[in-house]
């Protein structure tokens, strides 16, 4: 997918390497995940999915659903579309019966924290592939009606 490309590549250019967590189409199939692609004027712009985890050695609780693959095409940023899609996300993870999202970022994407803590996500245990690399970040926020 053309997106998917595309923040591989903002990876590399940001961290000199792609992100290595294998992801499987299967595993945003719902209710299960979802993925979400938003087109403006028939392009696709934004990105965005979840999958869910429950209680791993690598760190994730009982009813969490994982945050991957945010990502806005530079010219459209600042629109409110990723917003807008992790809203949606939250609210299809919250009727899954998942009770926290969670993601993994990186302190050299201060715009996604910026997002991210605007939308009330706050620091959690460190999880998955990169919990023991220094730039990464991990936030979580409990799901409405699930708290």
């Not at 199939?29 to 696709?44: I, K, N, S």
């Not at 712009?45 to 693959?69: I, M, N």
């Not at 917003?83 to 050299?108: P, Y």
């Not at 996604?112 to 939308?119: D, F, H, Q, V």
């Amino acid at each position: 997918m053309k997106l998917t490309a595309q923040v591989q590549q903002e990876y590399i250019e940001r961290y000199g390497d792609g992100d290595a967590t294998p992801v499987d189409p299967a595993h945003f199939v719902p209710p299960q995940g979802l993925f979400l692609v938003g087109y403006l004027d028939g392009d696709p712009v934004v990105t965005g999915a979840w999958r869910a985890q429950d209680a791993s050695p690598e760190g994730f609780r009982d009813g969490d659903a994982e945050l991957k693959r945010m990502f806005v095409v530079p010219q459209v940023r600042g629109r409110g579309l990723a917003r807008r899609v992790l809203a949606e996300l939250e609210a299809n993870a919250a009727g899954a019966g998942r009770t926290r999202m969670v993601l993994e970022t990186g302190t050299l994407q201060p715009e996604a924290i910026a997002l991210y803590t605007s939308c009330g996500y706050t620091p959690v245990p460190k999880f998955g592939l990169y919990r023991e690399d220094p730039l990464s970040v991990c936030l979580g926020k409990p799901l409405a009606g699930t708290a």
